[in-house]
């Protein structure tokens, strides 16, 4: 990795998109508010030992009733754009079946109080709240839940697709499907190589349906969201020029495989790498991919978003068993590497993102890109001062700051990024650590809901105003 890095003055090009992002389960609270259905996280965070602390988000920031409040904030942050998911089972209870007018109204007056703001909105359809129903009925091992998904879409798009033009089928499946089915960590806390990766084809499945869907009732513009991130040998973070060595350069071709080309090859190109066949025919047999999925997965879509937080790092290491969120990945480790990390032990390498940027639109020619989730965890201090409390979080601006520069970079080695969400608006319910990591720009006291924007905030609405970095 050459340092790509900018210092001084960054440009970003004119109407490059600025904003924020958060998920439904995440923020929302009223978990039992008008008629909404339990999740698949209902019921995991009450799993003993499922969430640090014992955790849910019955409560989280009580967003679902504070939403006029935080798009006021919004506001004055000079976001021009907020990425936020729809909870599927507030708008179908049971997964199928009738819609649910209390449920959809929360979104409906959502979408106007952001339009009234001046906002645009970036609609995430799934951000990993299935309806415990489905998931009862063998959640994403079933076939059948790709196909309630895409009527769901269509569903939620009859109410809002005449205010709303950003539409984003699923947030990152592979997480879902890997840590959701493969090692457990996140709900429905499934420990099954097998259900992996048939989970994987069937998002899939269900980001094509719900493509189709969207495009028919007019959408203009259909964004999948992935977790990606270049896979580095240590070598290759200790010092980015070095050629690792040819044992650890194919343990990262074949992680690279199962992290980003098991996704986008698929979507983007209509073909599945040879790899990823050859693991999923060993593990799952290959009788659930049927003749038309490839052509269904393919569809044609305007965006690809990019959320990355830090590279993946594997060596070589014969004998090592596969990591469950890796089926297939026997004789390869994934070390912690010796560079600066958040609070979630995310190594800090932004160089890795300039890479990554350009890596994707290379391989995927014509696919546009938006960053749709960056940002870092870090132990937020309150500190009392002048009259006023402030949170000085000055690692997450160094950190935000490193990678617009990433991101700056690669717009000058010729991606096409056309904006970059902060993750996340607010400190939230960071999944299995409950809310004892802090993501947001803005902080909350969760025991009185108060939120106190950071520095960090401060420093972004400066740097949004400016569409760039002094
Ligand atoms: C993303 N991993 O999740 C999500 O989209 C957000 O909801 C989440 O809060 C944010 O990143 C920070 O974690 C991920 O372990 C969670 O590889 C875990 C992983 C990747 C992404």
Same mark, same amino acid.
């Given at each position: 990795?050459?340092?790509?890095?900018?210092?001084?003055?960054?440009?970003?090009?004119?109407?490059?998109?600025?904003?924020?992002? !958060?998920?439904?389960?995440?923020?929302?609270?009223?978990?039992?508010?008008? @008629?909404?259905?339990?999740?698949?996280?209902?019921?995991?965070?009450?799993?003993?030992?499922?969430?640090?602390?014992?955790?849910?988000?019955?409560?989280?920031?009580?967003?679902?009733? +504070?939403?006029?409040?935080?798009?006021?904030?919004?506001?004055?942050?000079?976001?021009?754009?907020?990425?936020?998911?729809?909870?599927?089972?507030?708008?179908?209870?049971?997964?199928?079946?009738?819609?649910?007018?209390?449920?959809?109204?929360?979104?409906? +007056?959502?979408?106007?109080?952001?339009?009234?703001?001046?906002?645009?909105?970036?609609?995430?359809?799934?951000?990993?709240?299935?309806?415990?129903?489905?998931?009862?009925?063998?959640?994403?091992?079933?076939?059948?839940?790709?196909?309630?998904?895409?009527?769901?879409?269509?569903?939620?798009? =009859?109410?809002?697709?005449?205010?709303?033009?950003?539409?984003?089928?699923?947030?990152?499946?592979?997480?879902?499907?890997?840590?959701?089915?493969?090692? @457990?960590?996140?709900?429905? @806390?499934?420990?099954?190589?097998?259900?992996?990766?048939?989970?994987?084809?069937?998002?899939?499945?269900?980001?094509?349906?719900?493509?189709?869907?969207?495009?028919?009732?007019?959408?203009?513009?259909?964004?999948?969201?992935?977790? !990606?991130?270049?896979?580095?040998?240590?070598?290759?973070?200790?010092?980015?020029?070095?050629?690792?060595?040819?044992?650890?350069?194919?343990?990262?071709?074949?992680?690279?495989?199962?992290?980003?080309?098991?996704?986008?090859?698929?979507?983007?190109?209509?073909?599945?790498?040879?790899? %990823?066949?050859?693991?999923?025919?060993?593990?799952?047999?290959?009788?659930?991919?049927?003749?038309?999925?490839?052509?269904?997965?393919?569809?044609?879509?305007?965006?690809?978003?990019?959320?990355?937080?830090?590279?993946?790092?594997?060596?070589?290491?014969?004998?090592?068993?596969?990591?469950? =969120?890796?089926?297939?990945?026997?004789?390869?480790?994934?070390?912690? %590497?010796?560079?600066?990390?958040?609070?979630?032990?995310?190594?800090?390498?932004?160089?890795?993102?300039?890479?990554?940027?350009?890596?994707?639109?290379?391989?995927?020619?014509?696919?546009?890109?938006?960053?749709?989730?960056?940002?870092?965890?870090?132990?937020?201090?309150?500190?009392? @001062?002048?009259?006023?409390?402030?949170?000085?979080?000055?690692? +997450?601006?160094?950190?935000?700051?490193?990678?617009?520069?990433?991101?700056?970079?690669?717009?000058?080695?010729?991606?096409?990024?056309?904006?970059?969400?902060?993750?996340?608006?607010?400190?939230?319910?960071?999944?299995?650590?409950?809310?004892?990591?802090?993501?947001?720009?803005?902080?909350?006291?969760?025991?009185?809901?108060?939120?106190?924007?950071?520095?960090?905030?401060?420093?972004? +609405?400066?740097?949004?105003?400016?569409?760039?970095?002094?």
């Amino acid at each position: 990795l050459p340092s790509l890095l900018t210092e001084g003055r960054a440009v970003f090009p004119d109407g490059f998109v600025w904003g924020a992002a !958060t998920a439904s389960y995440q923020i929302e609270g009223a978990a039992r508010d008008d @008629g909404r259905g339990p999740s698949v996280w209902d019921t995991f965070s009450r799993t003993p030992g499922a969430v640090a602390q014992g955790h849910t988000g019955d409560v989280a920031c009580d967003h679902y009733h +504070r939403y006029a409040e935080d798009v006021r904030l919004m506001s004055e942050l000079g976001l021009a754009a907020y990425r936020f998911s729809v909870a599927w089972p507030r708008i179908r209870p049971d997964g199928s079946g009738p819609v649910n007018p209390r449920g959809m109204d929360f979104y409906d +007056r959502l979408v106007d109080e952001l339009a009234a703001a001046g906002i645009t909105p970036y609609v995430t359809l799934y951000h990993w709240d299935l309806p415990q129903a489905l998931e009862d009925r063998g959640g994403w091992t079933a076939r059948d839940t790709a196909y309630r998904f895409a009527d769901y879409a269509a569903a939620v798009h =009859a109410r809002l697709g005449d205010r709303v033009r950003h539409w984003t089928t699923l947030n990152e499946p592979w997480v879902q499907a890997f840590l959701g089915y493969g090692s @457990g960590v996140h709900a429905p @806390g499934r420990r099954d190589a097998a259900a992996s990766l048939v989970a994987a084809h069937h998002f899939l499945l269900a980001h094509g349906l719900a493509a189709q869907a969207l495009r028919e009732a007019g959408a203009p513009e259909i964004m999948l969201v992935v977790n !990606t991130a270049p896979v580095l040998t240590p070598a290759q973070i200790a010092d980015p020029a070095a050629e690792p060595d040819e044992a650890d350069a194919e343990a990262a071709d074949r992680v690279d495989c199962l992290l980003t080309r098991q996704i986008l090859d698929p979507v983007l190109l209509g073909t599945y790498p040879a790899t %990823v066949l050859e693991i999923v025919e060993r593990h799952a047999g290959l009788s659930h991919v049927h003749d038309d999925d490839l052509r269904t997965i393919h569809q044609p879509i305007e965006l690809v978003g990019v959320n990355y937080y830090s590279p993946c790092v594997v060596r070589s290491s014969p004998g090592e068993p596969a990591n469950p =969120a890796y089926p297939g990945s026997e004789g390869i480790a994934f070390p912690a %590497v010796e560079v600066p990390v958040t609070a979630m032990d995310w190594p800090v390498v932004p160089e890795a993102l300039s890479r990554h940027l350009l890596r994707l639109s290379h391989d995927y020619p014509g696919a546009g890109l938006m960053v749709t989730e960056n940002g870092a965890a870090f132990d937020d201090v309150v500190t009392a @001062g002048e009259g006023a409390e402030h949170v000085h979080d000055d690692d +997450r601006t160094a950190y935000l700051d490193s990678h617009l520069r990433a991101v700056h970079a690669a717009l000058e080695g010729g991606a096409d990024v056309r904006g970059y969400l902060v993750w996340s608006l607010l400190d939230n319910f960071e999944w299995a650590e409950g809310y004892a990591r802090r993501f947001g720009i803005v902080h909350v006291d969760f025991a009185t809901q108060r939120r106190l924007p950071k520095d960090s905030a401060l420093w972004f +609405r400066e740097v949004a105003g400016r569409n760039g970095l002094a």
